[in-house]
């Protein structure tokens, strides 16, 4: 299943930066959008999500932005701390799909001291 | 701050044999789900439950693969004759009905191993 999809495995920042998590999505039918973050031993714990109908959506440190003509979306963390150390999960969902969240596969990021 | 809970944190069973994973939703949530992660691989659907009955399952979510709403606090997923393939992160989550967009809380898992 690759309608989701996190290129980057891992990245690594310096504490202060900003992180830029990045995702790609396949299926145009797609219209609700949510990142996960998950700490080793625990399960996702929401973050943030965005509606096809917004470009962008802030929480704090935390914004996304949706590019619906390019299937993309990215989480801005800024600035990181080293307790944003975890993985981050991108989530999209299609109300005609009901109410089934397809995952990509994880980004691993690193914040350093 | 309410939290979805799943018990037991590790399970290890015998292939053939069966198991029931535990999860108790947050309370006043409506919409139960099932999730797995097998090791290195994406977080996947399994299944949805809704007014005590499934709404909707994936391809995975097959005959060997139950689950039940027992009492008005746990939700339960039962795998009849585990394999080996099988073993994975099991994840339960909760959302409230009232939007299409509320977003899934999750459990810290349950980690089955079938051997």
């Known amino acids: 299943d690759q309608q989701v999809k996190q290129n980057s495995p891992s990245l690594s920042v310096q504490e202060g930066r900003i992180s830029i998590l990045n995702c790609d999505y396949t299926?145009?039918?797609?219209?609700?959008f949510l990142w996960y973050k998950k700490y080793p031993a625990e399960g996702p714990t929401f973050l943030i999500s965005i509606s096809s109908i917004k470009d962008k959506n802030e929480d704090g440190r935390f914004t996304v932005f949706l590019n619906k003509s390019a299937k993309h979306l990215s989480l801005h963390i800024v600035p990181s701390q080293p307790g944003d150390s975890a993985v981050y999960f991108c989530a999209a969902r299609a109300e005609s799909s009901g109410s089934r969240l397809t995952f990509g596969e994880g980004t691993q990021l690193t914040v350093n001291p | 701050e309410p939290e979805v809970t799943q018990t037991p944190s590790h399970q290890v069973t015998q292939m053939g044999q069966e198991v029931i994973l535990r999860c108790v939703p947050i309370?006043?949530?409506?919409?139960f789900y099932w999730y797995r992660q097998i090791l290195g691989q994406k977080v996947e659907f399994l299944v949805s439950f809704y007014n005590n009955e499934i709404s909707e399952k994936s391809e995975i979510f097959d005959d060997q693969f139950s689950v039940e709403r027992p009492d008005g606090s746990n939700f339960t997923l039962k795998i009849r004759s585990t394999k080996l393939e099988d073993s994975a992160m099991y994840f339960c989550?909760?959302?409230?009905?009232?939007?299409?967009?509320?977003?899934?809380?999750f459990g810290n898992g349950t980690r089955l191993t079938v051997t």
């Open positions: 309370s006043n949530h409506l919409y």
């Open positions: 299926n145009s039918m797609f219209d609700y």
């Open positions: 989550a909760s959302s409230e009905q009232s939007s299409y967009n509320s977003p899934l809380h």
